[in-house]
């Protein structure tokens, strides 16, 4: 066996391959850029070693580094984990030339799949069922209109050496394929240095359900069943589930031994994944092989009892898979809710920002959390922007369901926006109850999930209060105690003044609206103001931020976080973030004029589409953004004349800064 492996990833997935790697007595070397220097994935690692500047084109895309690093830790193999060189021909081209052993497919089973034309083809000579679509080499604009209009429309134009959704665009009408195809081949030239493309037949209501393989380099070949991965956000997974709900045994063993046919007509080695796309009636395509583990790995193994980095490693080294198809059973049910820094109610723009509190459930035999941040780590606008992947695993599908909303309530992020919320949306609505699935769920559910049920109410506002006065008591013991008078008046919390009721008043700032508290101390207790409403208000704050209140007799625990002057209030039923305002230094701001654009977060300008003095419509594209891989298009929001435009394409720049001035 392998006595020392190098792991050519970050982040959570290079985590998880150590961790396979520990209980196999292997030692790990990390690289790390300079962005990632004190990250959780370098000081679990055995070894790790700098391989160049944050941006990932500087530091985890560099082959060069990452067959330097291994030589001189003197690493026998490399795993790529997933993302990045992972379905990199080249780069394991570049192991297989120094005699390191890559942990994955050969170079050729990569490259027949890397171009997605070319997998078709070969799919379709294995007799694979394929979406109806063209995958030729004309790349002509007109050819490809043409190949469209035959298909019928709604069509996929999808980047054929794509995936992670980057690259692709739905057009529904002959007059929006121009823009489409635009967009996919210039989202696709950033992701993959290629900007072909593919053209295939759109389904309107179909599921996503992929076949995890297996194959060694004796020629054994099992599958390990499905999962579910209809749940997407941008083309993208949100939610994974093992088993498919409602998937027949035969249907299941149709599925496997296409898999298994698509697999061997490449010859392949090691992990791999099958996507098929399955219409209403059941009839299945295939739509891509990924040549690596997946995201969603972590399902099949809950469901399985099967390690599947401990297999790549087992397989990579020569061994046999460690079981035949007979051997593999399904047990139970498990869920993966990818929990990332991003906006849902901004259409899931990616957030930036430091981790100033982290708390995640347990792990044990029903809860898993795979992760490589830590509580004050930052989530950085050069990499992809999951915080964590949080499994969970019951005997059935609903117990699992049940199990994944309470760890959900027992996940807590502050310090930027998260989909947390959103997912326990998704998790607790009657039509994913009912396993009602396809990959149009969110946006046929769109109003009940970005339902607002966390508005604030004078609960939250009592127990901000409470907590700014536990807080200030528990300082002022400590000054009392470190000063010379530790019986000093001057020491006092309870707004005391002479001759007058006392009374203190405090407000809070939410949403953009003020809110006043008035607070009244009696002899005994504390009664608080709020729009009439008076609540009695006592608890305790220990040095974690954990508040146990009672308000008006009703117990209450809950976690608060402080940052400055803003309070996070963290709850299993609601997370609320409100800002303390100081009325003696208070800040104000002016609104941004309505035809100012600001940038809706960080990063680069990919291209500035109109020019100063520019007549344009309300909804016209003027600017397109990349941020964590991802194109974002900033449109006009009125009928005007372009004044100003701040940025060139290129440039780098901050969430929150004008872009550029529409005139009305």
């Not at 057009?171 to 967009?183: D, I």
């Not at 989530?379 to 309470?406: E, G």
Request: with cysteine; net charge negative; aromatic share 6%.
């Amino acid at each position: 066996m392998f006595n020392k492996i190098l792991i050519a990833n970050r982040g959570e997935i290079a985590c998880r391959i150590i961790r396979s790697a520990n209980k196999m007595g292997i030692k790990t070397v990390a690289v790390y850029s300079e962005a990632d220097a004190s990250a959780r994935h370098v000081d679990l690692a055995d070894e790790a070693i700098e391989i160049g500047p944050a941006p990932a084109r500087q530091s985890y895309l560099v082959i060069e580094a990452i067959i330097d690093a291994a030589i001189r830790s003197g690493a026998e193999a490399i795993h790529p984990g997933y993302g990045f060189l992972s379905e990199n021909a080249e780069f394991a081209e570049a192991c297989e030339k120094n005699k390191i052993v890559f942990i994955g497919p050969p170079v050729e089973a990569i490259m027949a799949m890397g171009s997605k034309s070319q997998a078709k083809q070969i799919m379709g000579d294995a007799s694979v069922p394929l979406v109806p679509g063209y995958h030729g080499e004309d790349q002509s604009e007109a050819l490809l209109l043409s190949e469209a209009n035959k298909i019928g429309y709604p069509v996929l134009i999808k980047a054929s050496a794509g995936g992670g959704g980057k690259g692709m665009r739905i057009v529904n009408q002959e007059a929006e394929f121009s823009e489409g195809l635009a967009a996919a081949k210039r989202e696709a030239l950033s992701s993959f240095s290629d900007d072909k493309v593919l053209i295939e037949k759109y389904l309107t209501k179909p599921r996503h359900i992929e076949i995890q393989v297996f194959c060694d380099q004796a020629g054994n070949a099992v599958y390990l069943f499905e999962r579910d991965c209809s749940i997407q956000r941008r083309h993208q997974k949100v939610l994974e589930e093992a088993p498919a709900p409602g998937m027949q045994v035969e249907r299941r063993e149709e599925m496997g031994k296409a898999a298994i046919a698509a697999a061997q007509a490449i010859n392949y080695v090691g992990a791999g994944t099958v996507e098929f796309i399955v219409d209403e009636d059941g009839s299945f395509y295939f739509m891509e092989m990924n040549t690596r583990l997946q995201v969603e790995h972590p399902v099949t193994e809950l469901i399985t009892g099967q390690d599947l980095v401990e297999w790549q490693v087992l397989v990579a080294f020569g061994d046999k898979l460690p079981s035949t198809q007979n051997d593999l059973t399904i047990n139970g049910h498990a869920l993966e809710a990818r929990i990332y820094a991003e906006d849902p109610d901004r259409d899931f723009l990616p957030a930036t920002g430091l981790l100033s509190h982290l708390r995640f459930p347990q792990d044990n035999q029903h809860v898993r959390v795979d992760t490589g941040v830590r509580e004050g780590d930052s989530v950085s606008v050069h990499y992809d922007p999951m915080i964590a992947k949080l499994i969970v695993w019951d005997r059935d599908r609903a117990s699992c369901l049940r199990r994944m909303s309470r760890a959900l309530d027992d996940t807590q992020v502050v310090g930027v926006t998260t989909n947390i919320d959103f997912l326990s949306s998704l998790v607790s609505h009657p039509a994913f109850e009912a396993a009602q699935l396809d990959t149009g769920f969110i946006e046929e559910h769109h109003e009940q999930l970005f339902l607002d049920s966390h508005e604030l109410n004078d609960n939250i506002l009592a127990l901000a209060t409470l907590y700014i006065l536990l807080d200030r008591s528990d300082r002022s013991k400590i000054n009392a105690n470190n000063s010379a008078d530790s019986f000093s008046p001057w020491h006092s919390t309870n707004a005391w003044q002479a001759n007058i009721e006392t009374i203190e008043d405090v407000y809070f700032l939410a949403n953009g609206t003020e809110h006043l508290v008035q607070i009244h101390y009696k002899n005994q207790s504390i009664e608080l103001l709020i729009d009439k409403l008076r609540i009695s208000v006592s608890g305790t704050l220990n040095n974690n931020g954990e508040l146990d209140a009672h308000l008006d007799g009703t117990r209450t625990h809950v976690t608060v976080v402080k940052d400055g002057d803003s309070l996070t209030i963290l709850h299993s039923d609601y997370q609320y973030t409100l800002t303390a305002l100081d009325k003696t230094s208070q800040n104000t701001f002016e609104e941004s004029a309505p035809g100012s654009l600001i940038s809706p977060m960080p990063g680069k300008v990919i291209d500035v589409l109109v020019t100063e003095g520019d007549k344009v419509a309300a909804g016209a594209p003027l600017l397109i953004l990349e941020a964590m891989k991802m194109e974002h298009t900033i449109c006009a929001p009125l009928d005007g004349t372009v004044k100003t435009i701040h940025y060139k394409a290129g440039d780098m720049l901050d969430e929150g800064v004008e872009l550029l001035v529409v005139e009305e």
